[in-house]
Structures are given as structure tokens and as C-alpha cells.
């Protein structure tokens, strides 16, 4: 089910910075992650940073701790992914997810079952 529109992808030189957003137009209350994951051309999907709806601590994977932060206003019901220092490495098509209560069979991350994921954006980070 797509029903996230992710914006902000292009490209960039590496050291760059990008700021992806994600309208959650499912923000529901059964809600409890959101988070952004990437795959890039000939590879499996892989998360890239959680963020917890309860209490708003966050998760990130190793490869870009410190460059990369994701927020969310809930105002505007929109999940952020800034990405700094940019690597060529980080080229790839970045999705936002989202994990509801009761649901299941979607991709695990950071202790969360993702279920619901928007179309993509891409980013290419040429060196």
C-alpha cells in the first residue's frame, strides 16, 4: 500500500546536503515508527533511521550516524531525513515507512515492522 508522498530527492556532489520529506497521510494512531530506508541499484532494501512516535528517540544505522537526522513535525503531519556530507555511497532510491499496531509481514527495522511505504525518491550523490 503507497500512501506517502516522499519529495526532495535529486542530485548532489558529494559533501552535499539533501532534506527529504515524507506527507504521511496515514499518520493514524496505531502508528508507532516511522522511518526512512534506501535501496540502491542491484541491492535489498535497507533501513536507514526510526523514529519512535512515543517518545522520539531515533535509530540509525552505522553508515550514517552523524551525517544524517530524521525529525517529524506533527503538525504538518511530515517525516524529515536531513542528509549531510553526502556520499557517494548513499546514491539510492530512499523510501519513508511507516509501522502500525497489528499489523505484520512488512520488513523489520530498529524493533518495528514496517508495513505501509511510500513510491520513492531518488538521490545520486555524484563524487
Known amino acids: 500500500v503507497q500512501a506517502q508522498v516522499e519529495s526532495g530527492g535529486g542530485s548532489v556532489q558529494a559533501g552535499g546536503s539533501l532534506r527529504l520529506s515524507c506527507l504521511a497521510s496515514?499518520?493514524?494512531?496505531?502508528?508507532?515508527?516511522m522511518g526512512w530506508f534506501r535501496q540502491a541499484a542491484g541491492k535489498e532494501r535497507a533501513g536507514v533511521a526510526v523514529?519512535?512516535?512515543?517518545?522520539?528517540?531515533?535509530y540509525y544505522a552505522d553508515s550514517v550516524k552523524g551525517r544524517f537526522t530524521i525529525s517529524q513535525d506533527n503538525a504538518k503531519n511530515t517525516l524529515y531525513l536531513q542528509m549531510n556530507s553526502l556520499k557517494s555511497e548513499d546514491t539510492a532510491i530512499y523510501y519513508c515507512?511507516?509501522?502500525?499496531?497489528?499489523?505484520?509481514?512488512?520488513?523489520?527495522?530498529?524493533?518495528?515492522?514496517?508495513?505501509?511505504w511510500g513510491q520513492g525518491t531518488q538521490v545520486t550523490v555524484s563524487s
Open positions: 515507512a511507516a509501522a502500525r499496531v497489528a499489523a505484520s509481514g512488512g520488513i523489520w527495522y530498529g524493533g518495528c515492522d514496517f508495513d505501509l
Open positions: 496515514i499518520y493514524t494512531v496505531s502508528t508507532y515508527c
Open positions: 523514529i519512535y512516535i512515543g517518545g522520539g528517540s531515533t
